[in-house]
């Protein structure tokens, strides 16, 4: 990357494509929140039958985040880096606080919530931005130990360890993996020895499978995604239900609002298997032009990353690069669920998916993101950020 | 910017080639996603889509129309309008108390028995009524009660309510026929379901209509001999004679004796079809098919007809009748009016067993039983009715002589009213017996002769003589018309023993000099003043009658008799057995 070379990016103080990326994908969520769950949300005693109760709810949810995100916007990255500590510190205390009975809220069987007066938070969606935070900074602060196991890979693998401890409580596995690889990557592009590294991974990979095997709900999930068609009203019932609405949905889908999957058949329609009602409803086209937008928000963030990193804002440009990582893993993992790829997770479609937390935490995090870019701009007209 | 992060910027290199594989993974993976939906959505769709058909494609139901049930001039009397079922998925439901007071108004339920209804029992399914107007069911479903749904389906209405419940019968929930008509001509009535493939949700909820795999076939109207207005007049008279005479139960035949079509047909007790609740077995019963009685007097003149038949006898032969009093072994048969001695006609007018026995007893056997048998007695009707009764006529080898004497006037021997109704046609039409009709037809069928026409024609001027003012229902008489008839009153049995209740029954046709319409009376257990068929049934045929030969526009064969007065019942006057 040169961006000095390209001088489009002068023209503007902002990165205004990425912006409309981002709204263009929250748009789409909301009007694919609202079709996936008009069927469920009318059926529901908890909703009050009311057909637009989570159509409202997410509405309510984008504004809040879009108000969080201009906040954010505002607050210096030096600023981020000085408080990532903090952060990272309330986030594990949010992460103590879910499992707490009376405080943490228990749904299908997890406790992810927590229950303030008025609104339910997700610690965990916030703990992955945290994360990128913490990671980044701990690169830059041991910068000098990169090759050193005992210094440079050892603490953050204790501190990861606990968050993992933490997180499996709940259980929330996949959230534990989304953050693994953000940490992960993030030591990896900070320089950590490439031996390490592979040590890392292999660390992780044996750790992984031991999870899976020694908890049986997780095996079973792994062993039904293989062959979901073996059990299809049991185990495999909620991903055979996913694979055919993409089928249903064929090159150009049945139309906005014709999914038949989303008229109870297929569990979280609006949460986790969102993706299966945008492939049924929006066909493939729609599924390649929602990809489509999120690998541009995914190279864009490392492309800032990498300007950043040319002006030596190293801590700017592993953020950039961990939130490029965190929502390219987080999309692949969905989709791939989605898709019988990959075994069920349980983890939201970024800026898409059902859910207030998961939206805020994404929001704040791409604010911060146009704000590397915002400073990176201002360094290059040769003003102070 | 501090010392700390100054000396860490002069350790730290970012390396661009980490950047770079790790941004190319990421796409990569973003790529492997985009060729698995191409798979997912393009080559592997068309297994995907039949497995999803196999989820949620369901055949349903169309139910069919059932047939209209009409009388021979075309009147409604079973029709079916579109109704709707009201059901309930209990797990669903959530009413207000104020919700709960409206459709329990609604529904005309009490609110205990609507409780009772969404909470008691098991399952999720529940119907909460079935067979709502569409009217109701629209307001129901106004109040917008979550778990609450409608099933479209028919509501057999009958317009002619009890008048007509016992012909007609009645359908049940499910649209099929129970009784009468309804049961008897279940095929053609009911028609054939039809069936279309759509998608439905997973709460059951129709979302899309894919095909016809068969178009319901609407079941077939029918048209029944029975004339609306002549059942509507024996219903009225039946009514009204057991009423006053107390009885138990009548029946009442009414039949076209050229065409042997069945052109009414009543019973009491009676229901109303339209509203079954709270129904007895009694109010049900169509005793004038299904039930059977020893017919008492009305035998007589099969039993004359066969000795005039083989020539035994002539209308004027003298029978000795030794004085109202005859003993065959140890069993005394009695007569109400002792004489020393009758004619032929005169043992039909004044209804005299010792005649009748005297001459039964001078034929053989087996010849009396074969004009039973011939007349239909012994044998079901063949109407297609359900639960059509055939009586029992005992084999003539197992008779013994006090047997065929009694059986000679009707006791010993069980027939139904409409097997009497149809026996008797045979001295109406010149000694031919017809099939019976339930339905309209356009030509009288083939008939049998049963007797010659002159024995037929004998019996009919003998029982012209019946409702002269010496016979024994002068009260069956028609203003205009001369009548030939025959009464009955038996002992009813019970436990094998004969008890002091009384069948009272008339059998008779007018006009006398053209036939054209026959009536048969049965009036159970009477417990007015009197109980003899004369002036129990009697003042009911004539009644009858009298009104349906107008009604049909029949003229009159005896306009000089127009001065006579029904004179008032009187028991001692008129007797018989």
């Known amino acids: ?385 | 910017m501090n010392v700390g992060v100054n000396s860490a910027r002069l350790n730290l290199r970012l390396e661009g080639w980490r950047s770079r594989l790790l941004l190319t993974v990421l796409l990569a993976s973003f790529l492997g996603l985009v060729g698995r939906a191409a798979w997912l959505q393009g080559f592997h769709a068309g297994f995907l889509q039949q497995k999803g058909q196999e989820r949620y494609s369901r055949v349903i139901e169309m139910p069919a129309s059932r047939g209209i049930i009409r009388d021979r001039n075309g009147q409604p009397l079973a029709i079916s309008t579109p109704s709707e079922s009201l059901w309930a998925s209990r797990e669903d439901v959530e009413l207000s108390a104020e919700q709960s007071r409206q459709l329990a108004s609604l529904l005309h339920m009490d609110r205990k028995e609507l409780d009772q209804r969404l909470n008691g029992g098991r399952g999720n399914f529940v119907y909460l009524k079935r067979q709502v107007p569409p009217e109701v069911a629209q307001q129901v479903m106004a109040l917008k009660i979550p778990g609450l749904f409608q099933q479209h389906g028919f509501h057999r209405a009958y317009p002619k309510g009890e008048e007509t419940a016992h012909l007609v019968g009645f359908t049940d929930a499910d649209d099929r026929g129970q009784e009468g008509v309804e049961l008897a001509f279940q095929s053609s009535l009911g028609g054939l379901s039809g069936a279309r493939r759509v998608i439905k949700d997973r709460a059951g909820h129709i979302i899309e209509d894919v095909e016809s795999i068969r178009v319901p076939r609407p079941g077939k109207d029918i048209t029944l001999s029975v004339d609306a207005r002549i059942q509507h007049l024996a219903y009225r008279e039946l009514r009204n004679a057991v009423a006053v005479n107390k009885a138990k139960a009548g029946a009442v035949v009414v039949l076209d004796t050229r065409t042997g079509e069945v052109l009414a047909l009543a019973n009491y007790p009676d229901y109303d079809p339209n509203n079954r609740e709270h129904l007895s077995g009694a109010q049900l019963r169509n005793r004038a098919i299904t039930d059977t009685f020893e017919p008492g007097s009305t035998m007589k003149p099969f039993t004359i007809a066969t000795a005039l038949e083989v020539g035994k006898v002539t209308p004027n032969t003298v029978i000795p009748t030794g004085g109202g009093q005859m003993t065959i072994g140890s069993n005394v048969i009695r007569d109400t009016h002792p004489a020393t001695a009758l004619t032929v006609s005169e043992v039909i007018q004044h209804s005299s067993n010792v005649g009748a026995a005297r001459i039964a007893l001078s034929l053989p056997s087996e010849t009396l039983w074969n004009m039973f048998t011939d007349v239909g007695f012994g044998q079901t009707p063949k109407l297609g009715f359900p639960g059509e009764a055939g009586g029992r006529v005992r084999p003539y080898r197992t008779w013994k002589p006090i047997e065929q004497a009694t059986m000679s006037y009707g006791n010993g021997i069980s027939v139904s009213l409409i097997q009497l109704a149809r026996a008797y046609t045979i001295f109406a039409d010149d000694g031919v017996l017809k099939p019976l009709s339930l339905t309209r037809i356009s030509a009288p069928p083939a008939g049998r002769q049963v007797i010659s026409p002159q024995t037929a024609h004998e019996v009919k001027d003998m029982l012209e003589l019946v409702v002269k003012p010496e016979g024994t229902a002068p009260a069956a008489r028609v203003r205009g018309y001369r009548v030939a008839g025959k009464t009955g009153t038996a002992h009813k049995v019970s436990g094998g023993r004969y008890t002091n209740r009384y069948v009272a029954s008339f059998v008779g046709f007018a006009p006398a000099s053209a036939p054209r319409l026959l009536i048969a009376v049965m009036i159970d257990e009477p417990s007015g003043a009197s109980y003899y068929g004369g002036t129990v049934a009697g003042p009911v045929f004539s009644n009858l009658m009298g009104s349906t030969l107008q009604l049909l526009g029949i003229p009159p064969d005896d306009p000089g008799s127009s001065a006579f007065s029904v004179p008032v019942a009187k028991p001692t006057a008129s007797e018989d057995t």
């Open chain 1, 1 to 385: 990357m040169k961006p000095f070379t390209t001088p489009r990016l002068l023209r503007s103080e902002y990165d205004m494509t990425l912006l409309w990326t981002v709204l263009a994908l929250l748009a789409i969520g909301v009007v694919m929140v609202y079709s996936a769950s008009i069927a469920s949300a009318e059926a529901d005693r908890h909703t009050g039958y009311r057909s637009s109760y989570f159509f409202v709810r997410q509405m309510v949810y984008v504004a809040a985040a879009l108000v969080a995100g201009f906040a954010a916007f505002q607050v210096r990255v030096e600023q981020w880096q000085k408080y990532a500590p903090v952060l990272f510190g309330a986030g594990l205390v949010g992460l103590v606080l879910v499992l707490i009975p009376g405080l943490g809220k228990e749904v299908n069987g997890s406790r992810r919530w927590l229950s303030l007066a008025v609104l339910n938070l997700q610690p965990s969606e916030f703990m992955k931005f945290f994360v990128v935070l913490y990671a980044a900074d701990y690169t830059v602060r041991k910068a000098a130990f990169m090759h050193s196991f005992k210094k440079g890979f050892v603490p953050m693998f204790i501190v990861m360890f606990l968050v993992g401890f933490l997180l499996l409580r709940e259980p929330d596995f996949g959230a534990l993996a989304v953050m693994t690889a953000i940490a992960a990557a993030i030591l990896f592009l900070g320089g950590l020895n490439w031996r390490l590294f592979v040590v890392l991974m292999m660390v992780l990979s044996v750790g992984f499978v031991l999870l899976v095997v020694l908890s049986p709900y997780r095996f079973n999930r792994l062993i039904w995604f293989w062959n979901p068609w073996a059990d299809p009203f049991g185990k495999g019932y909620q991903l055979t239900h996913a694979l055919i609405a993409f089928g249903r949905g064929g090159w150009f889908g049945v139309g906005l609002g014709g999914s038949v999957e989303k008229q109870l058949y297929l569990p979280e329609a609006h949460t986790d298997f969102l993706m299966a009602v945008i492939a049924e409803e929006l066909g493939f086209v729609g599924v390649v032009a929602t990809i489509a937008l999120f690998v541009f928000l995914v190279w864009r963030a490392f492309s800032i990353g990498n300007r950043a990193a040319s002006m030596e804002r190293y801590f700017a440009a592993l953020t950039a690069q961990g939130i490029g990582v965190w929502f390219a893993v987080q999309t692949v993992v969905n989709m791939g669920v989605n898709m019988g790829m990959l075994p069920t997770k349980g983890l939201t479609l970024p800026l898409l998916s059902y859910g207030g937390s998961g939206i805020v935490a994404n929001v704040v995090a791409l604010s911060l993101l146009l704000r590397i870019d915002f400073e990176s701009r201002q360094l290059m007209r040769g003003r102070a950020p």
